[in-house]
């Protein structure tokens, strides 16, 4: 059990590297473009500067909820599962 959940977070880190490589692909763009900030642009930039306190406390409720979680009678693959689900 303790091989499935260390191979399931790493598959979980993976996933997430791969999608944020794929996302940052240099564009060719001419400089008067450049100069010019879209809607999109300034809300990726918003959210590049959001996501570490979106994480910290999504990390600390996956904590809380886990710290009781783990109390409950069920075997480990449905209460890593709950904890993978609700997370």
Not at 24 to 39: D, F, I, M, Q, W
Request: net charge positive; charged share 20%.
């Amino acid at each position: 059990m303790r091989a499935f959940e260390a191979l399931s977070g790493w598959l979980w880190v993976v996933a997430i590297l791969g999608f944020a490589a794929g996302s940052e692909k240099p564009k060719k763009v001419k400089r008067e473009a450049r100069l010019e900030s879209t809607a999109l642009d300034r809300v990726g930039a918003y959210l590049s500067e959001a996501v570490l306190p979106v994480y910290v406390l999504h990390q600390t409720i996956i904590v809380l909820l886990a710290f009781y979680v783990v109390e409950w009678p069920l075997n480990a693959l449905l209460k890593h599962l709950t904890i993978c689900i609700a997370s």
